[in-house]
């Protein structure tokens, strides 16, 4: 024990070194220095765009087929126009949706509008109502509709 008790008499007699003391701190930085590295790359950039080969030159479209021949170019006329109207099958258009019949008048749901004998839908007239069809008149016609019935 006398060794430990000496040691840290030793020690504790030993005067306390001073804190290191600083360097001299280092000079800040040249103002110009920040502005090197931007520079030289806005630098290296503005030589590689100045320097790229000529992009080679668009090619016209040909003329369409649906331009007027003229001397002059002329737009091309609008698609819609070589669109039928009107469906080519009107009864393609027409589609029952449920027929109600057995009390009071009977009852069609024809393209989701619910419809009577005698009334119209889209300029049609519904001639009659049976359990299992709708007759229509439509543009002097006469087209039936017949309820799908559901598979098993």
């Given at each position: 024990?006398s060794?430990?008790?000496?040691?840290?008499?030793?020690?504790?007699?030993?005067?306390?070194?001073?804190?290191a003391?600083?360097?001299?701190?280092?000079?800040?930085?040249?103002?110009?220095?920040?502005?090197?590295?931007?520079?030289?790359?806005?630098?290296?950039?503005l030589?590689?765009?100045?320097?790229?080969?000529?992009?080679?030159?668009?090619?016209?479209?040909?003329p369409?087929?649906f331009?007027?021949h003229?001397?002059?170019?002329?737009l091309p006329?609008?698609?819609?126009?070589?669109?039928?109207?009107?469906?080519?099958?009107?009864?393609?258009?027409?589609?029952?949706?449920?027929?109600?019949?057995?009390?009071?008048?009977?009852?069609?749901?024809?393209?989701?509008?619910?419809?009577?004998?005698?009334d119209?839908?889209?300029?049609?007239?519904?001639?009659?109502?049976?359990?299992?069809?709708?007759?229509?008149?439509?543009?002097?016609?006469?087209?039936?509709?017949?309820?799908e019935?559901?598979?098993?």
């Amino acid at each position: 024990m006398s060794l430990i008790t000496d040691a840290l008499r030793k020690v504790q007699q030993r005067p306390m070194p001073e804190p290191a003391k600083k360097k001299d701190a280092p000079q800040p930085a040249k103002p110009w220095a920040g502005l090197l590295l931007p520079g030289l790359a806005s630098a290296g950039f503005l030589w590689w765009w100045l320097h790229q080969p000529p992009s080679p030159p668009r090619s016209v479209p040909p003329p369409s087929p649906f331009a007027a021949h003229s001397s002059t170019t002329a737009l091309p006329q609008p698609i819609l126009t070589l669109v039928p109207a009107v469906p080519a099958a009107p009864q393609l258009a027409w589609k029952i949706n449920g027929i109600l019949v057995g009390q009071g008048k009977p009852t069609a749901i024809v393209n989701g509008q619910v419809v009577e004998e005698g009334d119209e839908i889209a300029g049609a007239k519904v001639v009659r109502v049976d359990p299992d069809q709708v007759e229509i008149l439509q543009d002097g016609e006469t087209i039936r509709l017949s309820m799908e019935r559901p598979k098993r």
